[in-house]
T-cell receptor, first 112, second 113 residues
Framework: NAGVTQTPKFQVLKTGQSMTLQCAQDMNHNSMYWYRQDPGMGLRLIYYSASEGTTDKGEVPNGYNVSRLNKREFSLRLESAAPSQTSVYFC???????????FGPGTRLTVL | GENVEQHPSTLSVQEGDSAVIKCTYSDSASNYFPWYKQELGKGPQLIIDIRSNVGEKKDQRIAVTLNKTAKHFSLHITETQPEDSAVYFCAASLASNDYKLSFGAGTTVTVRA
């Protein structure tokens, strides 16, 4: 099993450009999450999907959209990237809410 | 929402010594407290967790304690080894909020050989 995979690993964007971060899990988990990690701030939840077909906002959703494409895949879209969105983005999944979350390797995004 | 504070931000210990990281949380309804370890260039990985109906939990060299009255919980690593060098995050969540995790800011632990 690959666990949680994320693409791309690195990305550089110019302000105003758009892009989609892809995430997939092969553990048949119901819940999936998107976090961003910034120095000195830990991980902050952007959006999550408790189950296929549902999505909800987390702590810092502004400037992002998500799509739970199917049970395996959960994508994060930046419609108009801003320098404040420079960060490391992690996708995670769990069998159900309240138990262990498994994290992907992360995407390092730089917005110039 | 839940606010989790973590201290210290950096910790340097001699190999073989113990390391202690402390976290406080704000919402007394929180009932699940995991600890994650993040190695350089990787995603966080769960190392131990505790629920609010338990005061202490151990797993080999790692232990976590929870004080619900004071709303704080701690991670204890004994007999530290170089491979314990990493960033450690505490987190808290509650059932009424879909168990969404609120993370502390992280502690960078360096074990000196």
């Amino acid at each position: 099993n690959a666990g949680v995979t994320q693409t791309p690993k690195f990305q550089v964007l110019k302000t105003g450009q758009s892009m989609t971060l892809q995430c997939a899990q092969d553990m048949n988990h119901n819940s999936m999450y998107w976090y961003r990690q910034d120095p000195g701030m830990g991980l902050r939840l952007i959006y999550y999907s408790a189950s296929e077909g549902t999505t909800d906002k987390g702590e810092v959703p502004n400037g992002y959209n998500v799509s739970r494409l199917n049970k395996r895949e959960f994508s994060l879209r930046l419609e108009s990237a801003a320098p404040s969105q420079t960060s490391v983005y992690f996708c995670a999944s769990s069998e159900q809410a309240s138990v262990e979350q498994f994290f992907g390797p992360g995407t390092r995004l730089t917005v110039l | 929402g839940e606010n989790v504070e973590q201290h210290p931000s950096t910790l340097s210990v001699q190999e073989g010594d113990s390391a202690v990281i402390k976290c406080t949380y704000s919402d007394s309804a929180s009932n699940y407290f995991p600890w994650y370890k993040q190695e350089l260039g990787k995603g966080p990985q769960l190392i131990i967790d505790i629920r609010s109906n338990v005061g202490e939990k151990k797993d080999q060299r790692i232990a976590v304690t929870l004080n619900k009255t004071a709303k704080h919980f701690s991670l204890h690593i004994t007999e530290t080894q170089p491979e314990d060098s990493a960033v450690y995050f505490c987190a808290a969540s509650l059932a009424s909020n879909d168990y969404k995790l609120s993370f502390g800011a992280g502690t960078t632990v360096t074990v000196r050989a």
